[in-house]
């Protein structure tokens, strides 16, 4: 199995910008999380979606961020307009919750706003 | 909210045995998971305890008490490779959302020669 996938790797934008992060869950996945690390915050879970249905995103900063899941097997997390402070790793993770209760997590994408 | 205290740094040195701790809020509590990532990488999944007591993989143990709503890590025989980020996460389930995965602050290990 190829692994979660994501993309861009790495990311340098101008503040005002639009952001779109990619991601596609392993195959056969029914539960996809989007987290952002940083080194004040730590691991936060941004919003988290089942069956493409998005169930929590409490996590969501503010409105500049968006989540969508179109199909089984892509999600974009979107940025507009970005700020410096969105600066961080953004990391995507699925679940099959048939056959155990592990998360692995794509490689994740690295953001830098200037 | 869901609270998760784990120790921010921890140094050990090789060879030896190094815990790390961790307590979480219980309610809604629906397993415990130990993460390990190294600097500039995924967070990668080390254990996963739903009952209490103790789950063993090769060097690496991990202990779960529900009722005190606290967990550890146990790393026997350290090696130099074993210095990373240490995360512990929870899984919460409500009434309206299952399968909510929440991380601690993570503890960096330093293994010392």
């Known amino acids: 199995d190829a692994g979660v996938i994501q993309s861009p790797r790495h990311e340098v934008t101008e503040m005002g910008q639009e952001v779109t992060l990619r991601c596609k869950p392993i195959?056969?996945?029914?539960?996809l999380f989007w987290y952002r690390q940083t080194m004040m915050r730590g691991l936060e879970l941004l919003i988290y979606?089942?069956?493409?249905?998005?169930?929590?995103d409490s996590g969501m900063p503010e409105d500049r961020f968006s989540a969508k899941m179109p199909n089984a097997s892509f999600s974009t997390l979107k940025i507009q307009p970005s700020e410096p402070r969105d600066s961080a790793v953004y990391f995507c993770?699925?679940?099959?919750?048939?056959?155990?209760?592990?998360?692995?997590f794509g490689e994740g994408s690295w953001l830098t706003v200037v | 909210g869901q609270n998760i205290d784990q120790p921010t740094e921890m140094t050990a040195t090789e060879g030896a045995i190094v815990q790390i701790n961790c307590t979480y809020q219980?309610?809604?509590?629906?397993?415990l998971f130990w993460y390990q990532q190294h600097a500039g990488e995924a967070p990668t999944f080390l254990s996963y305890?739903?009952?209490?007591g103790l789950e063993e993989k090769g060097r690496f143990s991990s202990f779960l008490s529900r009722s005190k709503g606290y967990s550890y890590l146990l790393l026997k025989e350290l090696q130099m490779k074993d210095s990373a980020s240490y995360l512990c996460?929870?899984?919460?389930?409500?009434?309206?959302?299952?399968?909510?995965?929440?991380f601690g602050q993570g503890t960096t290990l330093q293994v010392k020669p």
């Open positions: 993770a699925s679940r099959d919750r048939g056959s155990g209760n592990t998360i692995y």
């Open positions: 195959s056969g996945h029914d539960y």
């Open positions: 979606f089942n069956n493409n249905v998005p169930i929590d």
């Open positions: 219980t309610s809604g509590f629906n397993g």
């Open positions: 305890n739903v009952l209490d």
């Open positions: 996460a929870v899984r919460f389930d409500g009434s309206s959302n299952t399968g909510k995965l929440i």
